[in-house]
T-cell receptor
Framework: AQSVTQLGSHVSVSEGALVLLRCNYS??????LFWYVQYPNQGLQLLLK??????LVKGINGFEAEFKKSETSFHLTKPSAHMSDAAEYFC????????????FGAGTRLFVKA | EADIYQTPRYLVIGTGKKITLECSQT?????MYWYQQDPGMELHLIHY???????EKGDLSSESTVSRIRTEHFPLTLESARPSHTSQYLC???????????FGDGTRLSIL
């Protein structure tokens, strides 16, 4: 079985500050891990993904995430927040459990203050 | 740039009407999905398909139905719309290994 927990339904940061969005997962098989971003009135857009290989993954818009197997975490970071980063962020996990199925977290809304 | 297309983007319609939400993808993906999402809330999988003539119900029970007659097309139908169907509906597609999903921009449905 697989599951995803996003810690904090809302995160607020000042423009220029570090962004840290937390994601912990549970998986009985080697996981694929994803972060998606959703802007108002739009679908989800892939920010970055981990499948195999390097555990530090770089994505679009300056975001990155690190796969830490020992901590079962895949936290999303960005060194300096921009107003345009304000959006909803979803962590997701998939892997072969008799079929490939993607499980999404509940989402974290990021607010960026001027 | 979207390579999965949903129409209409917005629909306001009266109770009891039959509705079809269209979804098409140009990537040749085998798997397609429908999610229901209330504003600012989590995604709920309501239908998915592994390929032509394959349809499965998702985790959230829905009165809607889907069909997959062509690889690129995965429409969702509500035979008789009710106010409880008011929501945003997102369509997505992926390869069979679900390495990542591509989403359309959604249809925001309001039933009066």
């Amino acid at each position: 079985a697989q599951s995803v927990t996003q810690l904090g339904s809302h995160v607020s940061v000042s423009e220029g500050a570090l962004v840290l969005l937390r994601c912990n997962y549970s998986s009985s098989v080697p996981p694929y891990l994803f972060w998606y971003v959703q802007y108002p009135n739009q679908g989800l857009q892939l920010l970055l993904k981990y499948t195999t290989g390097a555990t530090l993954v770089k994505g679009i818009n300056g975001f990155e995430a690190e796969f830490k197997k020992s901590e079962t975490s895949f936290h999303l970071t960005k060194p300096s927040a921009h107003m345009s980063d304000a959006a909803e962020y979803f962590c997701a996990v998939s892997g072969y459990t008799g079929g490939f199925k993607t499980i999404f977290g509940a989402g974290t809304r990021l607010f960026v203050k001027a | 740039e979207a390579d999965i297309y949903q129409t209409p983007r917005y629909l306001v319609i009266g109770t009891g009407k039959k509705i079809t939400l269209e979804c098409s993808q140009t990537m040749g993906h085998d798997k397609m999905y429908w999610y229901q999402q209330d504003p600012g809330m989590e995604l709920h999988l309501i239908h998915y398909s592994y390929g032509v003539n394959s349809t499965e119900k998702g985790d959230l029970s829905s009165e809607s139905t889907v069909s997959r007659i062509r690889t690129e097309h995965f429409p969702l139908t509500l035979e008789s719309a009710r106010p409880s169907h008011t929501s945003q509906y997102l369509c997505a597609s992926s390869d069979l290994f679900a390495r990542d999903q591509h989403f359309g921009d959604g249809t925001r449905l309001s039933i009066l």
